[in-house]
């Protein structure tokens, strides 16, 4: 395309002006007639040009309306007037310039939505007047009042008294605002930043459900040592001091009491210390062992126990179980305890071990025709020292640690632990492991 200057069409408007006039008055024409004849040059220079303004215009003005309705791709064309082409090109420049900001932002906007959908804690954005902005899903779950079509404020939509006080005493403070909150039986933790320069703040209700349970473990933990260590140290100091003041008489009796509190203790104190081994990663000594040996020894060992209170003990293996890699002896442990725990609360029928091959593990279940278990107890036995049936631990020799001494061992096997149970009906141990353990090839043990 030929281009052209603007300053060179009104150069050559004018000179064309000038050249008619000047014919004009070399003619001797009269002045009405010149008069005229100017008015109709000028009339064309302008019609002309205006032509040219007007089509450069329609170019631009076409392109700004395409890219206003959301096509960014469209560009000005190049221009026949060089001022036109070159402010079409600057534009150009700009909205390319501008396309790959947006292009930009979009990408970090479309991560910054999937971060905030991955955050399970509930997060929202709300002005300095109270109103919300915008919201998470974990937000909505939480408050199903909320409404992001609506122009709400966050009293609308947030009911709990006590979080609708932490928010409102934020107003006045600057950084990070903690406080525990309590909805639906939660616990969470409230933060909130704070953007002055937009005049809006970012909350963040974090759930805290797993630090307040560890907290209260521990305290659990800390009230049951305490009273699993006071009972045998009550009963020996008692039985020492009715010796003391009786010296010449037989205390045989007061001394196998005070032996067995003592062995109790003992008991208890070897207990923690291997619950504590296990905590901190004990390492397994791995070998590859036949079930049915395995399992024979274990009947050898829990027969007489199981015998004594009248009861009957049933191993059921699959036939052809493959080879189990394992540590043999922690693994023992794990259906010591749960035969054990299993003859505390049956008092007729007995307890049954079977086994059974699954994909890539084998299966395993202890099951009992004992008392059974409540509903609202079986997310905790595993804990140490929880009693499901405190009465029923006074009569018993049970340090409390035994289903977690297995649950620990189970997971070092990288195993799954699981238990059903129907009061009156008895209670039934799932247990999961793998045939394989990482690092494995130690000898076998047959």
Sequence with gaps: ?????????????HALILAVLALLLAWDSPPWLTLIVMVLVVTAVLIYLRHHLRRHYGLISQVARSIAGGDRSQRIPALALDEFDNLGR???????SLDATIKHLAVHREELRLVLSSIEDVLWSQNYEGGLEWANTPFRRLFPAYDARRRQFFWEVIRDPQLQESLRDKAGEAGQLHSDIVLDGHYYMLSVSRNDQARRMVFILHNIDAIQQASQMKKDFIVNLAHELRTPLTAISGFTEAMQTAPGQDHTRYLQ???GHTQRLIHLIRDLEQLIRLESGAGLELREIGLETFFDNIRLILEPEVAAKGLALNIELEPGLPRLNCDPFKLEQVFLNLVQNSLRYTDQGGIMISARTGEDCVRFEVSDTGRGIAAKHLPRIFERFYVADPSRNKRDSGTGLGLAIVKHIVLLHRGQISVDSVPGQGTVFHLELPLRQPGSGSPDVH
């Design 257 to 259: 009491i005070i032996h």
């Design 1 to 13: 395309m030929d281009k052209h200057s603007l300053n060179r069409l009104l150069i050559f408007a």
């Design 90 to 96: 600057d534009l150009n420049e700009m909205l390319g």
